[in-house]
């Protein structure tokens, strides 16, 4: 080994080490991060309670945080909460789960095949820039105001975004990769499996999460439409019957489950894709 | 061993190689030099069976290549490895696709990794390697299966020249140690000359080979910098003075496009 190479080492094991810090430095660290990633929301909630009662906005329509967290407890304790948002993520994780089973296959398909790519790339490309909701009056017509109509809308939002970058993930696998395989004579299942999957992993996800989002958005405008439960009928019969803190409560539990959701696929992400951490 | 005669290719109406003649005997370490846009790596391609030439004949111990296989191994300028998988599973990834038994290829994969002084590193994935360090690995990946032949695309050119000078150090050590015949591109005068027994120059587009040079240094462990001596210098000249002209061809050309 020549002294370079030492030096190479060296530098390698350095930086390594550096690279961990002690595990009490670290645990402080994150509580730091956690205190100051969450500042801001926090502050939103002071102006939130503070607002009403100062009398800056009218407390009939935007009333005190602390009321709105009093109706959801109310709508937590007397079930209504928790019923429609089953009712809610039943619906979501349905037409999620399916555009999923359905568009990664697809566009790992439609990806491969280069000559299939540019045809129905326009095309996919319309579809996906038509606002779904748009669709809703058709869904509606066509599949009544049930369960079915709702689940297919989700479906059909959360296609596209899955679709699209499973195709573009496909394409935009290093062609040096695909050089590499076709040198080792691998047979295309190989191939698939062992290159054009993992490398297609990671866009593949970032629909996924697109997708996660989409869910719940279309989801809850179509219970605004024509619902007997979920969160959208929540908020719109509170609405409605001028119940105006549990419709913020019912807007609040949206938004959780938004963000918890795309938690979850965050998480998810990083599991499957591990060795793409701190590449770039 | 391997036999090129009128080798040809063209693309649509341009042509990339016009008529190559090339023999190369087992065991032996040729690098191919030549301007920019001359057809090296077409020309790499056609021995990796990866393309098929327009006319012309490659022939491998007297049969004709006519696809990829093992017996051929690659080595890519920008390494070409699998991002995902860590460096042992790199070096496996070649095991796999030769059939090698699960439980001989870890073992088979570390000892190539050792072969190449990445002992230590096989659990690190490619972006936690440097440059010089990634090509270690690809180069392992191409020994571990065996093949006969080691084909290079300008494996150095995108390291910095120490790591470069160490690499070439190491290849040629590899060489010595498993007899593989390497067939080696690059554009660098100075690599040519250091890491070759016989030099192939070739013209600019269509790419021809202008002259081949053998190559004869003397003990390489009795001269302790190669580089500087008279030796080198002399057949630095030479395919220096064989490129000169290329190179001026090769520019006319560009700007011409």
């Known amino acids: ?112 095949y280069k000559p299939v790519a540019e045809l129905l790339g326009p095309l996919l490309e319309v579809f996906r820039n038509t606002a779904a909701l748009a669709l809703l009056p058709v869904f509606v017509l066509l599949l009544g105001i049930g369960e079915t109509s709702k689940i297919s809308i989700v479906l059909y939002a959360c296609v ?63 219970e605004m439409v024509g619902a007997k439960a979920g969160l959208g009928y929540l908020v719109n019969s509170a609405q409605f019957n001028f119940a105006i803190p549990q419709m913020y409560a019912g807007i609040v539990t949206i938004s959780a489950i938004g963000v918890g959701f795309n938690q979850l696929l965050v998480a998810l992400e990083r599991k499957f894709t591990s060795w793409r951490r701190e590449q770039a | 061993m391997i036999t090129l005669r009128g080798v040809t290719k063209d693309f649509g109406d341009f042509t990339a190689l016009a008529g190559i003649d090339l023999d190369v005997a087992a065991g032996e370490f040729v690098v191919l030099v030549g301007p920019s846009g001359c057809g090296k790596s077409t020309l790499l391609d056609l021995l990796a069976g990866l393309a098929q030439p ?26 070409a490895l699998l991002p995902w998988r860590t460096a042992l599973g790199n070096v496996e990834f070649g095991l796999e696709a030769t059939g090698v038994p699960r439980r001989q290829r870890a073992a088979q994969a570390r000892e190539f990794l050792d072969l190449v002084g990445l002992t230590g590193f096989e659990q690190r994935h490619p972006h936690e390697l440097s440059g010089g360090m990634r090509q270690r690995v690809a180069i392992a990946r191409s020994l571990a299966y065996d093949p006969e032949v080691l084909l290079m695309d300008e494996p150095f050119a995108a390291l ?67 580089r500087s001596s008279p030796e080198f210098a002399r057949y630095r000249h030479e395919i220096w003075e064989l490129l000169h002209d290329e190179v001026a061809r090769a520019q006319r050309l560009e700007v011409a496009r």
Request: net charge positive; charged share 20%.
């Open chain 2, 54 to 79: 327009t006319s012309g004949r490659l022939l491998l111990h007297g049969k004709p290549i006519d696809g990829p296989g093992l017996d051929r191994g690659i080595v890519f300028q920008q390494y």
């Open chain 1, 1 to 112: 080994m020549t002294g370079l190479e030492v030096a190479e080492r060296l530098a390698h094991k350095e930086s390594a080490a550096a690279r961990q810090p002690l595990p009490v430095a670290r645990w402080l660290g994150g509580l730091r991060r956690i205190a100051f990633r969450s500042a801001a929301i926090l502050g939103l909630l002071a102006i939130w309670e503070a607002a009403p009662r100062l009398g800056l906005v009218d407390s009939t329509f935007l009333p005190p945080f602390s009321e709105v967290a009093v109706a959801w407890w109310q709508l937590l304790v007397d079930g209504q909460l928790l019923d429609n948002t089953l009712a809610s993520l039943g619906r979501s994780l349905t037409g999620f789960g399916l555009a999923v089973a359905v568009a990664v296959p697809l566009g790992l398909l439609i990806g491969w």
């Open chain 1, 160 to 222: 596209w975004p899955i679709l699209l970058n499973t195709i573009s993930a496909v394409r935009t696998v290093d062609p040096t990769l695909l050089k590499l395989a076709r040198s080792l004579d691998l047979p295309p299942i190989c191939l698939f499996q062992k290159v054009i999957l993992p490398a297609a992993a990671p866009t593949v996800f970032t629909g996924v999460r697109l997708a996660g989002a989409v869910s719940i958005l279309v989801l809850v405008a179509a």
């Open chain 2, 160 to 226: 910095d020249a120490q790591t470069r000078e160490s690499l070439q150090d190491e290849l040629l050590r590899i060489w010595e140690r498993t007899g593989k015949t390497i067939v080696f591109i690059t554009h660098s005068i100075d690599e040519a000359v250091y890491l070759g027994q016989q030099v192939a120059v070739l013209t600019s587009r269509p790419g021809r080979v202008k002259r081949s040079v053998r190559i004869d240094l003397g003990n390489r462990q009795e001269i302790r910098d190669l």
